[in-house]
């Protein structure tokens, strides 16, 4: 989403985990932050995982105007849990700001399928 290497921020180490209070550093524009400057409408469905331990590192205000999808690092494809390392489970599935209940039970791939649909048919 920067269009640098991950050490450069420090991030070179393991994946952010949902207990760990950070995320990608917020003094950085993202690359969909730079394409709305320029006129283009910008979409997120699926994994987020840059960090939401504050509002501010969420992809809605990252530059995506919607995000239909989790924010862990891994996520169940039916049930829509996530693992935190090995023994903190969670529901895990967002559209916007607010949990959905919705895709749970129906496999990912057809929950992002059909919504990446509905993006394009708006």
């Known amino acids: 989403m920067t269009a640098r290497y991950p050490y450069k921020y420090g991030r070179q180490r393991a994946v952010l ?3 760990q209070p950070t995320g990608l550093s917020l003094d950085y ?3 969909p932050g730079h394409l709305q400057a320029s006129g283009y409408t910008t979409r997120l469905v699926g994994k987020w995982h840059l ?3 504050h509002p501010a590192y969420l992809p809605t ?3 995506f105007l919607s995000h239909y999808g989790y924010w862990n690092a891994e996520e169940d494809y039916y049930s829509k849990r996530a693992l935190d390392w090995e023994s903190i489970y969670g529901y895990d599935f967002h559209d916007d700001l607010e949990i ?6 129906t496999y990912s791939t057809y ?3 059909d919504k990446v649909d ?4 708006e």
């Open 17 to 19: 985990r949902g207990t």
């Open 29 to 31: 524009t993202l690359l």
């Open 51 to 53: 960090g939401f331990c």
């Open 61 to 63: 205000n990252r530059g």
């Open 100 to 105: 959905t209940r919705e895709p749970a039970g």
């Open 111 to 113: 929950v992002y399928a």
């Open 118 to 121: 509905q993006i394009l048919t």
